[in-house]
């Protein structure tokens, strides 16, 4: 064609980014459409931010913070500022909070969903960009505005088609690890930063077990790949201390309580935090959930900073089986938490605020597992195809295809440059019900030939031999020109389109 | 409350970045499905990229080239390498169409929404994060896809709410153009940098008027803050054969490619390009589309430099009024070309390619000032608001909430401190069509107030004195709490929510 060419750019995403196609895309759209339609019975209405804020907006409040450049993408803008892609929705919702808060309504309760980037090691299941969808109360301090939220969490999953006992709402209070951690002398000003790593140490309970965040607790800890992760150097006795508070999940949330309530009785923040908790609980039972959807669980603290107070995790607790017969547990599809602080980086006096953040693709894979109906793979079915038969008639095709589209029905002309054949087979990887044919016998007659590439395809699989095929021609109809968008319709209602 | 704080974080957008509201969400939504359904019937299918790609699969086509970082958003990844945020749609489909060659059905045609960035000064209605709505097909050499798409895009107009006669598709070819270059000596491979600096000129033949370009084509021009942009630097015999070119419109479409012809007769690229026009002109027609839909126009010429045959724009041509009653013209709300060589960067052999982008935020604003009923602001009703009379029964309260969740009302819990007065004020904001009331009195009597906030609006307007009011009471009733449901459906119904 052209001479060779050199210096070929590869074409290739960048790490830890996806494409989707049509299927996902219209799933992953009901999905989100039914989340809306909850959160808005809810009261919660929409708002958007764009992906891009200050980098001083948004603040540091990530899990990975080790990492030279903290997890998030950022760039200089031309007068200096810094700029960063926005790594959740939370601190931009903090930040439109503060900007607009003359005009908006106190409390607000608002939802969004988007695209949240994050500048980390991609992994399997683990994304540089992905969508979250958020609800968040904000100027509400009561712990009436976390059990709505938890309550909202669950009447939506159960709308998504996950039954009831399949999943969780776990509920903790950073007041109480606060206790904990006050009590074994990290209450102060310049622990703040240790306290940072024995909460982080916490929230890898989950992966790691108690043995890995002991060690993150102690010492370091190594992992397989060699690597060392400092530790927080608590004595022994402290360890224990924070072990046990993870570990004080009774047998219901009364249990609990008491049990939590017993190990801060000498912390005021402590006692604050499991009165909280116990409101959440009171409130959620009154309106008839109890802990088979709320429950109390000490081990949850969440990694990110900002939170103050409850913090919430919902988890999806049956398994499913991959496509090679392997168990898949999803676990956490969402969480979120009190951040009475974060409205104050912008004002002179804090606001109360409390929000529910899903990962939107991690929640989408657990219902394709459990085929909830809602986003269940509908058989996807192509526009019609006219042929092109005749370059020379490109335009009079063009004119049946017109037909079509007027009365509503998908079509398209064949755009390439290729034979009868090779247009058969594009009619079918497009999944054509049906494909118009005209060459110059049927075109001079006024005709076209209609042919029903569903029927066909079963009748090819029936019929033995290519001679018997010719001869009966079968799904293939003749009709005038006037009645092809009859005849069309009627090969669609056939099978149901 | 606390001490006073410093180094308060200022909460602000940066510059050219946007918030959206409920309103204008639902709104662009309900557009953007009808976009959607108009691109479905026309065979195309959804498909999505990520917001970030490898710098070098963007490559630059950007007009704005001579700033310093070429209008993108650029960071470095840990492995050195250089990511962008897209500064457009039509790049990263290249890119995603060369990755997937083998599995994508061809011609392929498809559509895709999404937000595009451009590090660019902002001003009024220049943002540095907008969406676009694109549709492609790759893999079609044939006019016929050119023609197609600007029928698809007049199709879609209308669908929105443009009448016929308020919109034009511009078509004009950038081989005509080369063609017009050739015959003024800038043909060559070493005037490639010239020939750039003539189509940005003559892309802003709408803004800067004949004279302005002609000043681009020579010297220079100093725009009025006295910058000054340095021209093509072409002798004035070749500024007036260009400018003869964009002027070559004539009555209808037939005459000007006659024109066109006439000027390019000796230029062979030139010559492909008017026939290419004719092709897309002749199929348009002969489904009805003729000058009053698809004009061709040659002074169109679209300032991505990635063009290589027709080019498209979609102008709206009528003229509304703003808000101070200032005529306002929307001119472009879309365009596009055929770009035959951006996914060739990717592999041996060029694969042709033409697209239509809309401007998504252009075109919302051309509805709106139309009063479009697809995006027209529908009366905004918030949820039914239950009051907390009695904070101690809280719990209760969230009952009732649930109730009328249960029964699909949308509602909330008045989740603030405040006394009764700020919570009516609340629920005015929230323009709820009615509020709950129990008090210590409805509760021992297993009551609710119902009060309906329309109805009293309307009544508080028709009532003189506050005496009055309070002894009529009006659009308040009481019902047993059985009844609270059915007493607010009935208010719901009777204003027609």
Same mark, same amino acid.
């Given at each position: 064609m052209t001479e060779a060419k050199q210096n070929l750019v590869k074409a290739r995403l960048p790490r830890g980014f996806v494409d989707r196609g049509a299927d996902e895309i219209g799933a992953v759209g009901a999905m989100l459409d039914a989340i809306r339609d909850s959160y808005e019975l809810f009261g919660f209405e929409a708002v958007e931010t764009p992906a891009v804020e200050y980098t001083e907006a948004l603040g540091k409040f990530l899990p990975d913070q080790d990492r030279p450049n903290a997890g998030v993408f950022s760039f200089q803008d031309d007068d200096e500022q810094w700029l960063s892609l926005?790594?959740?929705?939370? #601190?931009?919702?903090?930040?439109?909070? /503060?900007?607009?808060?003359?005009?908006?309504?106190?409390?607000?309760?608002?939802?969004?969903?988007?695209?949240?980037?994050?500048?980390? %090691?991609?992994?399997?299941?683990?994304?540089?960009?992905?969508?979250?969808?958020? #609800? *968040?109360?904000? =100027? #509400?301090?009561?712990?009436?505005?976390?059990?709505? @939220?938890?309550?909202?969490?669950?009447?939506?999953?159960?709308?998504?088609?996950?039954?009831?006992?399949?999943?969780?709402? %776990?509920?903790?209070?950073?007041?109480?690890?606060?206790?904990?951690?006050?009590?074994?002398?990290?209450?102060?000003?310049?622990?703040?930063?240790?306290?940072?790593?024995?909460?982080?140490?916490?929230? %890898?309970?989950?992966?790691?077990?108690?043995?890995?965040?002991?060690? @993150?607790?102690?010492?370091?800890?190594? *992992?397989?790949? =060699?690597?060392?992760?400092?530790?927080?150097?608590?004595?022994?006795? #402290?360890?224990?201390?924070?072990?046990?508070?993870?570990?004080?999940?009774?047998?219901?949330?009364?249990?609990? @309580?008491?049990?939590?309530?017993?190990?801060?009785? +000498?912390?005021?923040?402590?006692?604050?935090?499991?009165?909280?908790? !116990? /409101?959440?609980?009171? @409130?959620?039972?009154?309106?008839?959930?109890?802990?088979?959807?709320?429950?109390?669980?000490?081990?949850?603290?969440?990694?990110?900073?900002?939170?103050?107070?409850?913090?919430?995790?919902?988890?999806?607790?049956?398994?499913?089986? *991959? *496509? %090679?017969?392997?168990?898949?547990?999803?676990?956490?599809?969402?969480?979120? =938490?009190?951040?009475?602080?974060?409205?104050?980086?912008?004002?002179?006096?804090?606001?109360?605020?409390?929000?529910?953040?899903?990962?939107?693709?991690?929640?989408?894979?657990?219902? !394709?597992?459990?085929?909830?109906?809602?986003?269940?793979? !509908?058989? +996807?079915?192509g526009p019609v195809v006219v042929l092109v038969m005749d370059r020379d008639h490109l335009a009079h095709y063009q004119t049946l295809v017109a037909q079509l589209r007027e009365a509503g029905i998908r079509a398209e002309l064949y755009l390439g440059g290729a034979g009868m054949k090779a247009q058969m087979k594009y009619a079918d990887r497009r999944q054509s019900p049906c494909v118009i044919i005209q060459g110059s016998n049927e075109r001079e007659k006024g005709e076209v030939q209609i042919k029903d590439l569903i029927e066909g395809a079963q009748a090819a699989a029936a019929i033995a031999s290519n001679e018997e095929w010719k001869a009966a021609r079968p799904a293939q109809i003749s009709v005038s020109e006037d009645n092809m968008v009859a005849g069309v319709k009627e090969i669609l209602a056939r099978h149901g389109l």
């Amino acid at each position: 064609m052209t001479e060779a060419k050199q210096n070929l750019v590869k074409a290739r995403l960048p790490r830890g980014f996806v494409d989707r196609g049509a299927d996902e895309i219209g799933a992953v759209g009901a999905m989100l459409d039914a989340i809306r339609d909850s959160y808005e019975l809810f009261g919660f209405e929409a708002v958007e931010t764009p992906a891009v804020e200050y980098t001083e907006a948004l603040g540091k409040f990530l899990p990975d913070q080790d990492r030279p450049n903290a997890g998030v993408f950022s760039f200089q803008d031309d007068d200096e500022q810094w700029l960063s892609l926005r790594y959740d929705l939370t #601190a931009p919702l903090a930040r439109y909070f /503060a900007e607009n808060f003359e005009s908006l309504p106190k409390p607000y309760r608002s939802y969004r969903s988007g695209f949240v980037f994050r500048n980390e %090691k991609p992994g399997p299941g683990r994304f540089r960009q992905f969508m979250q969808f958020d #609800a *968040d109360t904000v =100027g #509400a301090a009561s712990p009436a505005a976390d059990a709505e @939220l938890c309550m909202m969490a669950a009447d939506t999953l159960e709308k998504l088609g996950i039954a009831r006992g399949d999943y969780l709402l %776990k509920i903790n209070n950073r007041k109480i690890l606060d206790g904990v951690l006050d009590i074994i002398g990290l209450g102060g000003e310049d622990e703040a930063a240790r306290r940072l790593v024995v909460l982080r140490a916490i929230d %890898k309970l989950d992966r790691l077990g108690g043995a890995g965040v002991r060690a @993150l607790l102690g010492a370091g800890r190594k *992992d397989e790949s =060699g690597d060392f992760t400092k530790g927080a150097n608590l004595p022994s006795e #402290a360890i224990e201390t924070v072990i046990a508070f993870t570990e004080s999940r009774r047998g219901n949330n009364a249990q609990t @309580l008491e049990a939590l309530a017993a190990l801060v009785a +000498h912390s005021p923040r402590g006692r604050e935090g499991v009165d909280e908790l !116990k /409101a959440i609980d009171e @409130l959620a039972k009154a309106c008839g959930y109890n802990e088979c959807r709320l429950l109390i669980d000490p081990s949850v603290v969440r990694g990110l900073e900002y939170y103050t107070g409850p913090v919430f995790e919902a988890e999806l607790t049956f398994s499913a089986k *991959d *496509d %090679k017969g392997q168990p898949i547990r999803f676990g956490s599809i969402g969480g979120g =938490g009190r951040y009475d602080g974060l409205i104050g980086r912008f004002r002179s006096q804090d606001v109360p605020a409390t929000g529910f953040s899903i990962g939107v693709s991690r929640l989408f894979a657990a219902l !394709k597992a459990i085929n909830s109906p809602l986003v269940a793979a !509908k058989p +996807h079915r192509g526009p019609v195809v006219v042929l092109v038969m005749d370059r020379d008639h490109l335009a009079h095709y063009q004119t049946l295809v017109a037909q079509l589209r007027e009365a509503g029905i998908r079509a398209e002309l064949y755009l390439g440059g290729a034979g009868m054949k090779a247009q058969m087979k594009y009619a079918d990887r497009r999944q054509s019900p049906c494909v118009i044919i005209q060459g110059s016998n049927e075109r001079e007659k006024g005709e076209v030939q209609i042919k029903d590439l569903i029927e066909g395809a079963q009748a090819a699989a029936a019929i033995a031999s290519n001679e018997e095929w010719k001869a009966a021609r079968p799904a293939q109809i003749s009709v005038s020109e006037d009645n092809m968008v009859a005849g069309v319709k009627e090969i669609l209602a056939r099978h149901g389109l």
